[in-house]
């Protein structure tokens, strides 16, 4: 039966520090978009009364049987306008909708992310893209991925310069900074090494207490010093062995390059999402958008698909961070807008957070499934 974690009032004490027993029964309420009804709760202390929908990621949401559909087709390259011909709903409403879920589950892969038990190895490389025009408003966009299990860390944008001297000041400055992300200036600057440091400071989360760490990268010049300053030392403060390998970005791209997989997961991206992809007219109109774009990608990469088509495992079940595969109805259940302290775990059945859920016991045995698993990660 399910409890609540906490009281949606912010400024209640039972939404910070819950204790046990400060909610009761209210009632439920029958909706119409489902055919049971939800239950509803009210807080000793503020009083103030809510339902179980209020943790759900649909909430508000007016017609919530077309969300998980809706993910699979953004996650599978088709564009809004299509997707909302194929669904029967408006561009506005299609586009609204994206917004709220890809912010969602941006969400849900920060608070999921945590140490891994098994030794990681990243890879990690910028891909180009643009907003609104090709040379004006150019983007990097960095992703890091883990070695092994292809498993998507990080992904997100930045400015970069444009391109040839007549565009690097707008003709008419007075309209600078209308458009887009673009400086108040009219000039646009390089976002290349901060975004890249928010990238790997995203993935030294994953990093337990290995001694050594492996990283590869094309030879860019600033990714040394970056990761020697996200990743150079352990949690206790000693001191990690790090193992940079540079690839020339020129060498032939087959499956015996080192950065194979990294080429391959960029490959993948721009076939997956249509803002990425060249000579189309899905190109993403505003860089935020593009973010949440890519945070939607990196959770139905790495909690829905598995890895390759032969196997049954996703990364996150290689790295361990979850114990199965998961739905898309599983990913749009619970609001993650709280944090991992406070946000509800998408497998919990009783309301328990991303931070204190455990995985059920399997009374000793290893599932097959795992032991394969745990084979691939080491392999």
């Known amino acids: 039966m399910f409890?609540?974690?906490?009281?949606?009032?912010?400024?209640?004490?039972?939404?910070?520090?819950?204790?046990?027993?400060?909610?009761?029964?209210?009632?439920s309420y029958q909706p119409k978009c489902r055919p049971h009804p939800v239950p509803r709760f009210l807080c000793k202390l503020c009083e103030r009364s809510f339902s179980r929908q209020t943790f759900r990621a649909d909430w508000h949401d007016h017609k919530p049987h077309v969300n998980a559909e809706l993910i699979s087709r953004l996650a599978s390259g088709c564009g809004l306008r299509q997707t909302a011909r194929e669904l029967g709903l408006s561009v506005w409403g299609v586009q609204k909708k994206f917004r709220k879920l890809a912010k969602h589950l941006t969400e849900l892969h920060a608070n999921l992310l945590r140490p891994v038990?098994?030794?990681?190895?990243?890879?990690?490389?910028?891909?180009?893209?643009?907003?609104?025009?090709?040379?004006?408003?150019?983007?990097?966009?960095?992703?890091?991925?883990?070695?092994?299990?292809?498993?998507?860390?990080?992904?997100?944008?930045?400015?970069?310069?444009?391109?040839?001297?007549?565009?690097?000041?707008?003709?008419?400055?007075?309209?600078?900074?209308?458009?887009?992300?673009?400086?108040?200036?009219?000039?646009?600057?390089?976002?290349?090494?901060?975004?890249?440091?928010?990238?790997?400071?995203?993935?030294?989360?994953?990093?337990?207490?290995?001694?050594?760490?492996?990283?590869?990268?094309?030879?860019?010049?600033?990714?040394?010093?970056?990761?020697?300053?996200?990743?150079?030392?352990?949690?206790?403060?000693?001191?990690?062995?790090?193992?940079?390998?540079?690839?020339?970005?020129?060498?032939?791209?087959?499956?015996?390059?080192?950065?194979?997989?990294?080429n391959l997961t960029l490959a993948m991206t721009r076939d997956l999402l249509g803002r990425l992809r060249r000579r189309s007219w899905l190109h993403t109109k505003r860089r935020r958008y593009l973010d949440l774009h890519?945070?939607?990608?990196?959770?139905?990469?790495?909690?829905?698909?598995?890895?390759?088509?032969?196997?049954?495992?996703?990364?996150?079940?290689?790295?361990?961070?979850?114990?199965?595969?998961?739905?898309?109805?599983e990913l749009l259940s619970w609001r993650q807008d709280f944090g991992p302290e406070r946000s509800v775990h998408p497998l919990a059945r009783y309301g328990e957070s991303v931070a204190t859920w455990q995985a059920p016991p399997t009374n000793g045995a290893e599932p097959r499934r795992a032991h394969r698993a745990r084979e691939a990660v080491a392999s």
Do not use: W
């Not at 698909?305 to 979850?322: I, K, M, W, Y």
């Open 3 to 27: 409890e609540p974690p906490r009281c949606p009032n912010p400024s209640c004490a039972a939404h910070i520090a819950p204790s046990d027993g400060c909610f009761k029964r209210h009632g």
């Open 117 to 262: 038990d098994v030794p990681v190895a990243f890879a990690f490389d910028e891909a180009e893209s643009f907003e609104g025009n090709r040379r004006e408003r150019p983007l990097t966009v960095p992703v890091v991925i883990e070695q092994r299990t292809m498993f998507v860390v990080a992904a997100c944008s930045g400015t970069l310069p444009a391109r040839g001297k007549r565009h690097r000041r707008r003709r008419n400055p007075a309209r600078a900074g209308t458009r887009g992300d673009a400086p108040v200036d009219g000039r646009r600057r390089s976002e290349s090494r901060r975004v890249v440091a928010e990238a790997l400071a995203q993935a030294a989360r994953m990093v337990g207490p290995q001694a050594s760490l492996e990283i590869r990268t094309d030879r860019k010049t600033s990714y040394s010093s970056l990761i020697k300053a996200q990743f150079g030392r352990r949690p206790d403060g000693i001191a990690r062995e790090l193992e940079h390998q540079q690839v020339s970005s020129k060498a032939p791209r087959n499956t015996s390059n080192p950065l194979h997989r990294i």
């Open 294 to 329: 890519l945070g939607l990608f990196a959770c139905y990469r790495n909690y829905v698909r598995v890895r390759f088509n032969d196997e049954t495992a996703t990364p996150a079940e290689l790295l361990g961070l979850l114990p199965r595969r998961l739905s898309i109805h």
